[in-house]
């Protein structure tokens, strides 16, 4: 083995990194999607992203294909998740224009329900939970790469 050379990932990390943009992709946007049938689907777009890091590899061309496909994969999650949201609250899907102040409204609520600390704690949860994601996405692509 070259001294540059990476060492090639276990089969469990394979499966893991596979796991996660699986999850990724088959997230539902609604309540009612939340059944087996909607995760145990194979979305075909798991294929190709699995095949366009693997074909990209580890160069220049691989990182920008891992950045652009986490970044892509990221704002879906926080999309799907935030119509999730509103499914529950609202009984509608989230609207990113018209719905960004109850973003801010939300955040006052808990100031003024709990405390300001609290809705500090949860505005820093929800950034750390976002850049959780994201790292276990890069990291997902990068084990395929």
Do not use: C, Y
Request: aromatic letters at 8%; hydrophobic letters at 65%.
């Amino acid at each position: 083995m070259n001294a540059g050379a990476q060492p090639r990932p276990a089969l469990f990390q394979i499966l893991l990194a596979a796991a996660a943009i699986w999850l990724a992709l088959v997230l539902p946007d609604s309540p009612g999607g939340l059944n087996a049938a909607t995760l145990l689907a194979f979305p075909l777009e798991l294929l190709a992203l699995l095949l366009l890091a693997m074909a990209a590899g580890r160069g220049p061309a691989g990182r920008t294909v891992r950045l652009i496909a986490t970044l892509f994969l990221t704002l879906l999650i926080l999309l799907k998740l935030a119509d999730l949201a509103m499914h529950e609250v609202l009984g509608r899907p989230f609207n990113p224009i018209a719905d960004l102040p109850l973003i801010d409204a939300s955040v006052r609520v808990v100031a003024g329900s709990f405390g300001v600390a609290a809705a500090t704690f949860a505005v820093l949860l929800a950034m750390a939970l976002i850049l959780g994601i994201s790292f276990a996405l890069w990291w997902s692509l990068g084990v395929w790469s």
